[in-house]
């Protein structure tokens, strides 16, 4: 079983702010882990996956995130933002290769991301 | 990474019909999945799509309501059955191919009851 639990619906940053998006999981297997993006009437874009290679992975536009096992997270960061990352924003969580939930997605319920000028 | 093209984009439909949606992707791929996103929510997954074989379907889907097909590598689709209002969602194909762990996705249907 896996879950994702997104902390935070709505974050509100200035434009140029650190962007902090919590995202913590639960699973029984091994994870693969990912955040994924979504403007408005659009569908989803990946922004950064984790699947058990360096815990620190670095995405686009600047996003990067950090597994930490210890603490069962997989936190989104942005140094500075910009207007344009506005958005929502989902962590999701599957299992790894060879497992019965490979593949198979489960969705945190996402952090809209708004960025003041 | 894969292109999807999802059609039809949106659709109002009247409740009692159904809509079949078709994901077509540019490249051959291992495995395909159908997502729903219902209004101001997360998303879940209805069902795996194997090729050649019946689909894969999660708890609380069943294949009388959303039937799926997936004739060969690159295509599929989604059925929504007998349909009422409670069916208006967004709905997605997501696909991957073997080695990329990556999930693309679709750009969507929205569907609209009334």
């Known amino acids: 079983a896996q879950s994702v639990t997104q902390l935070g619906s709505h974050v509100s940053v200035s434009e140029g702010a650190l962007v902090l998006l919590r995202c913590n999981y639960s699973s029984s297997v091994p994870p693969y882990l990912f955040w994924y993006v979504q403007y408005p009437n659009q569908g989803l874009q990946l922004l950064l996956k984790y699947t058990s290679a360096a815990t620190l992975v670095k995405g686009i536009n600047g996003f990067e995130a950090e597994f930490k096992k210890s603490e069962t997270s997989f936190h989104l960061t942005k140094p500075s933002a910009h207007m344009s990352d506005a958005a929502e924003y989902f962590c999701?969580?599957?299992?790894?290769?060879?497992?019965?939930?490979?593949?198979?997605?489960?969705f945190g319920q996402g952090t809209i991301l708004t960025v003041h000028p | 990474s894969a292109v999807i093209s999802q059609k039809p984009s949106r659709d109002i439909c009247q409740r009692g019909t159904s809509l079949t949606i078709q994901c077509q992707v540019d490249?051959?791929?291992?495995?395909m999945f159908w997502y729903r996103q219902q209004p101001g929510q997360s998303l879940t997954l209805i069902a795996t799509a194997n090729q050649g074989s019946e689909a894969t379907y999660e708890s609380g889907f069943v294949i009388d309501k959303f039937p799926i097909s997936r004739p060969n590598l690159t295509f599929s689709t989604l059925t929504v059955s007998n349909m009422s209002p409670e069916d208006s969602s967004i709905y997605l194909c997501?696909?991957?191919?073997?080695?990329?762990?990556?999930?693309?996705f679709g750009s969507g249907t929205r569907l609209t009851v009334v």
């Open positions: 999701a969580v599957s299992g790894g290769a060879g497992g019965t939930s490979y593949g198979k997605l489960t």
């Open positions: 490249s051959q791929v291992t495995m």
């Open positions: 997501s696909v991957s191919r073997t080695g990329d762990y990556g999930y693309t």
